[in-house]
């Protein structure tokens, strides 16, 4: 599957619905004035801007000027993308964990150049193709996060403690564990492990266990030899109906729908 797998340049003002993508939507706006909605919120966007919407966040636009709207859409897949590029902030981010809305900057990075050669790397089908889009987004991908409001958000630092609780819980998601016995592993309470992974990462160790359950869960969905109830006990959890949950919650969609999508692009 490619990293990139759409791209394409517009020029007919249009609005489009409400909807999601299991992909990221890149867009940069080279002329036109609309709101990007997302739930109760909106952000005026304008020639010179852009912006990622990452997975599954539902959302629709509306135009201020039904007369000019020029832009360039690309869709990103994350699955391949983090194949490439092994930064979990970057990752995160198009998963919709780290941010579950929107981030739109202008352009002062030279973005719409950025745009241009990820378009020409992926028309022109070169050597390496691959590793050039994900160098291009993740560059991209910096600057967005670097310029927006939320890069303190996005970029928590962490110390060695509880980047090593976090390297255990990736490395046994797949196993039944309980943060207490965690807790006892490190030689700490589990109320001060609970209280200090919550204020260095915004989220609790079992939001966090849960976190890496379905991004698992996300990736292992593209396999098509293995099917949920198979994917559910590779990913830790305890029966296919709570990994069903879970995805729909945080996801909008079951396993199930989410795959029927992603392959109907591949047929």
């Not at 609309?34 to 010179?48: C, I, N, P, R, V």
């Amino acid at each position: 599957m490619d990293i990139v797998e759409h791209f394409g340049c517009y020029d007919t003002p249009s609005e489009f619905s409400e909807h999601f993508h299991t992909s990221c939507e890149l867009m940069y706006i080279h002329e036109g004035e609309l709101e990007l909605h997302y739930g109760a919120e909106y952000t005026l966007l304008h020639g010179g801007t852009m912006y990622i919407i990452p997975s599954c966040v539902k959302h629709f636009t509306k135009l201020i000027d039904n007369t000019v709207y020029k832009r360039t859409l690309v869709i990103i897949n994350p699955w391949a993308f983090g194949k490439m590029n092994h930064s979990m902030t970057i990752y995160d981010l198009l998963m919709g964990y780290s941010c579950n809305k929107p981030i739109a900057v202008e352009d002062s990075f030279c973005g719409c150049e950025l745009i241009e050669k990820l378009g020409e790397e992926t028309s022109n089908q070169s050597f390496l193709m691959a590793e050039s889009q994900a160098a291009l987004i993740s560059l991209i991908l910096i600057n967005i996060i670097r310029r927006s409001a939320l890069d303190a958000s996005l970029i928590r630092p962490t110390d060695e403690l509880i980047q090593r609780v976090q390297e255990y819980i990736r490395k046994h998601s797949s196993e039944p564990l309980i943060i207490a016995d965690i807790a006892e592993r490190f030689y700490i309470s589990k109320y001060y492990l609970t209280h200090q992974f919550k204020k260095q990462t915004g989220m609790s160790p079992r939001q966090f266990l849960n976190y890496i359950r379905l991004s698992d869960t996300y990736s292992l969905l593209h396999d098509r030899s293995l099917n949920v109830s198979e994917i559910s006990r590779i990913c830790g959890f305890t029966t296919p109906s709570d990994m069903t949950r879970r995805f729909r919650e945080h996801y909008g969609v079951t396993p199930v729908q989410f795959r029927k999508e992603l392959f109907s692009k591949y047929k």
